[in-house]
């Protein structure tokens, strides 16, 4: 109880304040959209350079914690991908995005308060080696099996290039890339520059989450109810309880499977809705699942943590 009234509760407060200030109209869409803008296109880039840069790559970027997670996410990805075509017979574009929606974890906007509150700042560092590789993995994977499908005989390159284009021209990837190029040449940055990325920082994380907030307030349980909570199922449960069994395999040792379990076990991020709306396909489901995984975490981010102790 402690874990749920300290670690998670004050986390989805802040986003309880942006829902509140949507519904009751101090907040207007364009507000929203702006605040989500520059928290996605500007703070967070800078939150993920700064961690990036002066991460120990050999210490943090160990392929057993790399492999645990994306194991687990992969899993994920197969069991909504399939489930959604065998089990509730949706076409295979639908398919792609849901299995998307379970494949993509709201790591940064979830995880890193979360995982902070819980163990401290400190414990931060297989987070930010995960977040490194999730956005490109988590696309790459999700645009090649989409592009594939839709291309349907068109060839390769223009499926490469889709996919290319997707990618590195999302900010988040660039702000993780250039953080590498710091951290591997050792360039300098000078301390006023980074003076201004601090201060960028620390209003990544609490803006972030008001704004999601009021996304939030936009979403509406709409549907095939089922299918979301398929999705609910396979985010909060299969793909934490496959990292935690492959951490157990490969020796993850506590602080590594701590981060790993728990990034895994967040709801699906906003970045599903925009995938799903990229294609316009399952958009519906895929809205419905964020809004409702992510009420649903409350309770099972609670259990995570008395798991992992």
Not at 265 to 274: D, E
Request: some cysteine; charged content about 10%; hydrophobic content about 55%.
């Amino acid at each position: 109880m402690q874990a749920l009234i300290e670690v998670i509760l004050p986390v989805f407060l802040v986003m309880g304040f942006g829902y509140a200030a949507r519904w009751r109209g101090l907040f207007s869409d364009d507000a929203v959209d702006a605040l989500m803008k520059f928290t996605q296109n500007f703070a967070i880039p800078c939150l993920l350079f700064l961690a990036i840069s002066t991460l120990d790559l050999g210490a943090d970027f160990d392929p057993a914690l790399l492999g645990s997670f994306y194991t687990g996410a992969t899993a994920g990805f197969l069991a909504g991908l399939f489930g959604a075509r065998l089990l509730f017979k949706r076409p295979w574009e639908d398919s792609v995005a849901i299995g998307f929606s379970c494949l993509f974890s709201n790591s940064v906007l979830l995880g890193l308060p979360i995982t902070e509150r819980a163990y401290g700042a400190d414990a931060l560092g297989p987070n930010y080696a995960i977040i490194a590789v999730h956005a490109p993995f988590c696309y790459i994977l999700g645009l090649s099996v989409m592009e594939t499908i839709r291309a349907r005989g068109k060839g390769a390159a223009a499926t490469v290039k889709a996919i290319g284009r997707a990618v590195f021209n999302n900010a988040l990837v660039i702000g993780i890339a250039l953080g590498f190029a710091v951290n591997l040449t050792g360039a300098p940055v000078p301390g006023v520059l980074t003076g201004a990325l601090e201060m960028m920082r620390s209003a990544a994380l609490p803006a972030a989450l008001f704004g999601l907030g009021g996304v939030l307030y936009r979403y509406r349980p709409e549907g095939d109810l089922r299918t979301v909570a398929y999705v609910c199922a396979v985010s909060l449960v299969l793909h934490p309880l496959v990292v935690l069994g492959m951490g157990g395999m490969t020796g993850l040792d506590q602080g590594q499977m701590r981060s790993a379990v728990l990034t895994a076990s967040m709801a699906p991020g906003v970045n599903t809705y925009i995938f799903a709306n990229l294609y316009g396909v399952a958009k519906r489901v895929a809205a419905s699942a964020v809004l409702i995984a992510t009420a649903s975490s409350v309770i099972t981010i609670w259990l995570w943590l008395a798991v992992l102790g």
